[in-house]
């Protein structure tokens, strides 16, 4: 077994080795790189423009699926679909052997966030619809720039290496890279470039200041009878719902200041004259790390308890979503850094300023515009979760994402590009605006130079690789090992944003972008650019 393991891992290096080129034709392929990407502005504004008018929830994401793999499916990109049993996951490789480079971005948008771009106000493209108030339209068409790029260098200077790209389903409910961790996706997998909608040009490294999280729904079941007519032969399942929530509330004195936990009732019964039979409540628990998580969970799985026992009800609950606090690789985002360096901010023009200063005003916010200056690369800061026990700053708390379960079963980094503006706070129509004008299709192409580069730089040289490798099993796992949050019978919670969907993509439908009519999205809408008070 040794024997066998140590000839894989020569094979490996080997293999890595037969990629070597010499400093200044490195230098060529990564201009030649920014050259191609320059070249495909068209289709990088298509695409985005494309993924922005589906505006698909979570777990519904079909018009965009068949879209993006129809695109990679043309370039000679091998699809599985259907992956970890999620009707809209999908895997796209393309290339042979080693390193094998997995590209993820996420592709699901937020509910209630549908919003015409372009336009410095709250002005829905559909009253109640959901919208790329995240900006996940830009990512995978970001990656399949990359790509694309990278792909014809492989292919003229016969570079030995597997590009694979895979879509973030239902991100905005952390509801699937666990199961693509436990489905093995990213068993054979080397590195991990990940990529998410930013404000400003970014990557970091080792712990995300966020936090995990599991997401959990409670349902109790109680007995229906006449509100007033016979309260007494009911037994309400809203009554546990509301006993739990002032439980939680009370209790939240008492956690740690890592924690952040919120939820909706999304079963309070059907009318006010009959006893609710059934109800339930969604919670999320975050905390910044596994075991805190966990329990967070129990306790609240002792309120379920305590509020069943208070109303004679009973009670079940289901996992709808996980994920880890992200630990995110440092020889990568070294790499990625010196290459965001070298790509710089775009030039923004002074109607990309305009729309920018326009919504910082009307959200009463400073207006200071577009990022001009990329930051610097910092050391992470220490935390101890907010308890005194370590040594660290305290915690911030905050969001969560499941690229933490990838990260901590692979090296990982997150390339944080431009496309955003600073002013939305976040999930909201705000964080729409920009995502379907010049800001996004100029920072997204930016991001594009900078993914491609940071591909190169894997397949170029495998003492990188190695050293990801070295920094992922003696830094970032020496002391925590990941364990997932998904128990056996686990499975994802596909069924999620059904119901809304199905209430507006007939509507929706009626907006998709026609690039073989109108030259960009804002032109088919009739949207003057930028347009503020």
């Known amino acids: 077994m040794l024997r066998t393991t140590l000839a894989l891992v020569l094979l490996a290096t080997a293999a890595l080795a037969q ?4 400093p200044d034709k490195e230098a060529a392929m990564k201009a030649d ?39 990679l499916e043309k370039e000679g990109f091998k699809i599985e679909r259907g992956v970890a049993g999620i009707p809209t996951a999908w895997v796209a490789t393309w290339g042979s052997g080693k390193p094998v480079i997995s590209m993820g971005s996420d592709i699901d948008d937020i509910p209630q966030a549908s919003q015409k771009p372009g336009v410095g106000y709250h002005d829905p493209l559909i009253e109640g619809a959901p919208g790329h108030g995240e ?41 699937t890279k666990a199961y693509f961790v436990r489905a093995g996706m990213f068993n054979d997998v080397d590195i991990c470039l990940f990529a998410h909608i930013s404000a400003n040009m970014t990557v970091s490294y080792g712990q995300n200041q966020g936090n995990g999280l599991v997401s959990v729904e409670y349902m109790f079941k109680g007995e229906s009878a006449h509100a007033a007519g016979a309260p007494w032969r009911g037994r309400s ?47 999320y628990f975050r905390e910044a790390d596994y075991e805190h998580i966990m329990d967070m969970w129990r306790i609240g799985d002792n309120m379920a308890k305590a509020a069943a026992l208070m109303t004679d009800t009973e009670w079940t609950s289901r996992l709808l979503g996980s994920a880890w606090n992200g630990h995110f690789n440092k020889p990568i985002a070294e790499a990625m850094y010196a290459n965001i360096k070298k790509v710089g901010l ?45 040594q660290g700053v305290g915690p911030t708390g905050g969001g969560s994402d499941d690229i933490g379960d990838v990260s901590w079963t692979v090296p990982t980094v997150t390339l944080r590009f431009p496309g955003n503006i600073q ?24 991001g594009a ?25 003696n830094v970032q796992t020496k002391d925590v090992k990941y364990k997932s949050f998904l128990r056996t019978d686990d499975k994802p919670a596909i069924f999620l944003n059904e119901k809304t969907m199905a209430i507006y993509r007939e509507r929706m439908r009626q907006m998709y972008y026609d690039p073989s009519k109108y030259d960009n999205y804002l032109q088919q809408l009739g949207i003057k650019y930028p347009t503020v008070r």
């Not at 016969?158 to 991100?171: D, I």
């Not at 719902?241 to 890592?258: M, S, T, Y």
Request: charged letters at 20%.
């Open 33 to 71: 790189l920014a050259g191609q990407l320059d070249g495909m502005k068209k289709q990088a504004q298509v695409m985005i423009d494309s993924v922005f008018s589906f505006g698909e929830l979570g777990f519904q994401e079909f018009e965009t699926s068949k879209y993006l793999t129809g695109i």
């Open 449 to 473: 130079k900078v993914q491609a580069m940071t591909v190169l730089d894997i397949l170029l040289h495998p003492e990188l690789v190695q050293a990801a490798k070295d920094y992922f099993n």
């Open 346 to 390: 775009p030039a923004w023009t002074e109607d990309d300023q305009t729309l920018a200063r326009g919504i910082q005003k009307e959200l009463k916010l400073p207006a200071t515009g577009l990022a001009t200056k990329v930051p610097e690369l910092r050391a992470p800061r220490v935390t101890d979760g907010g308890d005194g026990e370590g």
């Open 135 to 175: 900006g996940h339209n830009g990512g995978v068409p970001l990656n399949i720039l990359a790509a694309l790029s990278v792909k014809k260098i492989m292919e003229r200077e016969h570079l030995q290496g597997t590009l694979r790209l895979w879509p973030g389903v239902a991100e905005e409910l952390v509801g």
């Open 19 to 22: 990629n070597k080129v010499a």
């Open 423 to 446: 002013a939305g706070p976040g999930h909201n129509w705000a964080n729409a605006i920009s995502m379907a004008t010049p800001i996004a299709h100029k920072g997204i192409l930016a």
């Open 237 to 283: 399942a809203l009554d546990a719902v509301e006993l739990f929530d002032v439980g939680w509330n009370f209790r939240r004195e008492h956690l740690r200041l890592a924690q952040r936990s919120h939820n909706v009732i999304t079963n309070g019964g059907d009318q006010p004259n009959v006893v609710p039979p059934n109800a339930s409540d969604w919670y």
